[in-house]
């Protein structure tokens, strides 16, 4: 069975940094891509960044260029968000998913096959 486990998240004063991870078990194909989705009070869930695990490419959110990196270890189906410089806007859940199609990554929800069930981000002094 597919699942997805986020965690790292947390409370941090801006400025600050956290480092979210999403493994992954459950999949039969070497060929997929992970997604960081936030979603925040009152507002509709947005890609953050996301990666093709088959060759490394990656893309990110204009908000979080600069400031966040994606990463993965494939030998222990994991994918890693580095956020640094946080800000208060960043205060989120955030969640990861996967996309098992055979494509490049995208920050759009609709591709993505299963969802994590979220960690908290805090940014606040």
């Known amino acids: 069975q597919l699942q997805l486990v986020e965690s790292g998240g947390g409370l941090v004063q801006p400025g600050g940094s956290l480092r979210l991870s999403c493994a992954a078990s459950?999949?039969?194909?070497?060929?997929?891509?992970i997604g960081w989705f936030r979603q925040a009070p009152g507002k509709g869930r947005e890609g953050v960044s996301c990666?093709?695990?088959?060759?490394?490419?990656?893309g990110y959110a204009d908000s979080v260029k600069g400031r966040f990196t994606i990463s993965r270890d494939n030998a222990k189906n994991t994918v890693y968000l580095q956020m640094n410089s946080l800000k208060p806007e960043d205060t989120a859940i955030y969640y990861c998913?996967?996309?098992?199609?055979?494509?490049?990554?995208?920050?759009?929800?609709?591709?993505?096959?299963?969802w994590g069930q979220g960690t908290q981000v805090t940014v606040s002094s």
């Open positions: 998913a996967v996309d098992l199609a055979i494509r490049r990554c995208v920050l759009d929800v609709g591709p993505y096959d299963a």
């Open positions: 459950g999949l039969t194909s070497d060929y997929y891509s």
């Open positions: 990666v093709r695990t088959s060759d490394g490419s990656r």
